[in-house]
């Protein structure tokens, strides 16, 4: 075999071998390269073009991608004593001695305070002698009608007067259960705070009770 018939072949064998990687290098270029996205369709693909510059990351995110929603705790402030004497109102008294009482600081809670204190003080001057519920628990007066020095002292006093008096457990019980008015404001006219026990409700108002701030000082 003559030199240039071994030459011939050497080139036919490196033409064959070139033109084989050349097609597994097609094959590796297609597999790797993002599938055809159909007319219309709305997927979205991520893939990595190389470069001589480096490497691109490309991303398409779809127009009609749904977003994500995040739902987070809610977040309140806790009435305090602070909080309430800043108010001055009726409304913040009232809710004051549930507060310091542990009772629910409920709506419900909250108009039949405000109901029962406009029966003792009307709510004109609901800070009468600081003593809106004519207490007479440590008030130093007889009958309800003694005084403190701050409606906080007050507060603190019917509170405490609520949960020491066993005559006030059927109040505390439906004002711990934040049990409708009808229910609490009986168990007030059976109790023994009022002689008169307001005549057994044919004297209790139930119209809304309006929201009046105390002269400063009173707090």
Same mark, same amino acid.
């Given at each position: 075999m003559t030199a240039a018939h071994l030459h011939g072949r050497r080139v036919t064998r490196l033409l064959a071998v070139a033109a084989g990687v050349s097609a597994f290098a097609l094959v590796a270029l297609v597999s790797l390269a993002p599938p055809p996205q159909a007319p219309g369709s709305s997927d979205a693909y991520g893939y990595v073009q190389t470069s001589a510059q480096g490497s691109l990351q490309i991303v398409t995110v779809p127009g009609d991608a749904a977003g994500v929603t995040v739902t987070r705790d809610d977040y309140s402030a806790t009435a305090g $004593? =602070? *909080? %309430? #004497? @800043?108010? #001055? *109102?009726? =409304?913040?008294? @009232? *809710? %004051? $001695? %549930?507060? %310091?009482a542990g009772f629910p600081m409920t709506e419900s809670n909250v108009t039949v305070m405000m109901r029962w204190m406009r029966q003792e003080n009307g709510p004109p001057d609901w800070w009468n002698r600081n003593n809106p519920l004519n207490n007479g628990w440590g008030s130093g007066g007889g009958s309800g009608f003694g005084s403190y020095d701050t409606l906080v002292t007050a507060a603190a006093n019917c509170a405490e007067a609520l949960h020491s008096v066993g005559g006030y457990s059927a109040i505390v019980a439906g004002f711990a259960a934040s049990a409708p008015t009808a229910q609490i404001e009986s168990a007030i006219w059976a109790s023994p705070w009022a002689s008169s026990h307001y005549a057994n409700g044919a004297h209790w108002s139930y119209t809304p009770v309006p929201v009046i701030a105390s002269p400063p000082g009173t707090w």
């Open positions: $004593v =602070k *909080t %309430l #004497s @800043a108010g #001055s *109102t009726n =409304k913040d008294w @009232a *809710t %004051l $001695v %549930l507060f %310091l």
